[in-house]
């Protein structure tokens, strides 16, 4: 009886290995972050944290996109070098794992951030966050109470004013009706 062999152990073998590597080189890169989407007021920082597992030292881009524009913030390899652009250069703090912090927010900071990270292979992987900056409030609040203390302080005046001046009206009268006697 003929037994058809249509593959050698060593042809399985090395099938094997090669399909083990693709798998592995898919799921190379992961991103994790705890938290997609933040908020935060102006003037105040925001920290977009992202823990950062793949082969050899990754890269990282990271790009703002707002409605039409899209901007890129920076890039940096952990050891290597940081290249953050001129428009960030003094509110981002790149970190080693990949995180970055973003301080003194505008409005104009509102939109969504990504991440690309890309390891020694070439391969890739993007993360997205979503940051909402509010306008605070508090000085509307402030301009408000520092309005009614002076218009409450005047107010005091005026009622001074008026006491003083009854005081003498009353004083003047009382003279004038004594010299009217006398």
């Given at each position: 009886m003929w037994h058809f062999r249509l593959w050698h152990t060593q042809d399985v073998a090395l099938f094997l290995s090669i399909t083990l590597y693709v798998c592995h080189l898919a799921g190379a890169i992961s991103i994790y972050s705890p938290q997609k989407s933040l908020t935060r007021s102006v003037?105040?920082?925001?920290?977009?944290?992202?823990?950062?597992?793949?082969?050899?030292?990754?890269?990282?881009?990271w790009t703002f996109m707002s409605g039409a524009v899209s901007r890129s913030i920076g890039t940096w390899q952990r050891g290597v070098y940081t290249n953050i652009t001129v428009d960030y250069q003094d509110r981002v703090q790149p970190y080693t794992n990949g995180?970055?912090?973003?301080?003194?927010?505008?409005l104009q900071d509102a939109g969504y951030y990504v991440v690309t990270v890309t390891d020694t292979t070439g391969s890739s992987k993007d993360a997205g966050f979503v940051l909402k900056v509010n306008e605070v409030l508090y000085e509307d609040l402030q301009y408000l109470s520092v309005s009614a203390?002076?218009?409450?302080?005047?107010?005091?005046?005026?009622?001074?004013?008026?006491w003083?001046?009854?005081?003498?009206y009353r004083k003047i009268a009382a003279w004038r009706c004594k010299r009217g006697r006398g």
């Open positions: 003037q105040a920082d925001a920290f977009f944290s992202v823990d950062v597992t793949c082969h050899g030292i990754p890269t990282f881009q995180s970055m912090g973003l301080s003194d927010l505008r203390l002076v218009l409450a302080g005047l107010a005091g005046l005026l009622m001074l004013a008026m003083l001046l009854d005081k003498a």
